[in-house]
Antibody, heavy 123, light 110 residues
């Protein structure tokens, strides 16, 4: 069974840091690009970041560029999101999501989603 | 990249058909056939309904269909059922080489 399991969320003060993890099982992790998508409380979905299957190529939304870093460890089947200089507007449920096709990276087509991990930035 | 424009809410009665629009620009919806749609029930993760404008993943009901004309994509749900009540989001690839979501539409089944 394909499964994505996020962890690492919590309460952090403005300016602080947090690292999210997404443990993957059920498919060949290294073959697929992976993404982070977030959803602020009561709000819509916002794409955050993408990383290629090898980890050699990354993309970020302008809202997080320079503050967040996406990475992956294919030997551990795990995706990460290092979040620095956190702001109140980063408060959201963070989902990891698998790209549906090897050929459709950055197309916004995500066929498998985790259940999300909540990040709250507040003093 | 600005979010794609969706109506905040739509409604319909059981058995009816409804359409949700998703309006962008020639730099996203109008420029590429990479429009996808997601359904999200309260407290749940989004579920892929439509990809590449018109394609349904295996297991998704054929009551859901997608289309596109110019800079506007549409999701049509036919034979509306109570379980279809949810939030719906469109997504498109953009000229920035990144995807962008729509603001979301709340579907109410009357």
């Amino acid at each position: 069974e394909v499964q994505l399991l996020e962890s690492g969320g919590g309460l952090v003060q403005p300016g602080g840091s947090l690292r999210l993890s997404c443990a993957v099982s059920g498919f060949t992790f290294s073959s697929y690009a992976m993404n982070w998508v977030r959803q602020a409380p009561g709000k819509g979905l916002e794409w955050v970041s993408d990383i290629s299957g090898s980890g050699g190529s990354t993309y970020y939304a302008d809202s997080v560029k320079g503050r967040f870093t996406i990475s992956r460890d294919n030997s551990k089947n795990t995706l990460y999101l290092q979040m620095n200089s956190l702001r109140a507007e980063d408060t959201a449920l963070y989902y990891c999501a698998k790209v549906r096709s090897i050929l459709e990276r950055l197309s916004g087509v995500f066929d498998i989603w985790g259940q999300g991990t909540m990040v709250t930035v507040s003093s | 990249q600005s979010a794609l424009t969706q109506p905040a809410s739509v409604s319909g009665s059981p058995g009816q058909s409804i359409t949700i629009s998703c309006t962008g620009t020639s730099s996203d919806v109008g420029g590429y056939n990479y429009v996808s749609w997601y359904q999200q029930h309260p407290g749940k993760a989004p579920k892929l309904l439509i990809y590449d404008v018109i394609n349904r993943p295996s297991g998704v009901s054929n009551r859901f269909s997608g289309s596109k004309s110019g800079n506007t994509a549409s999701l049509t749900i036919s034979g509306l059922q109570a379980e279809d009540e949810a939030d719906y989001y469109c997504n498109s690839y953009t000229s920035n080489s990144t995807p962008v979501f729509g603001g979301g539409t709340k579907l109410t089944v009357l």
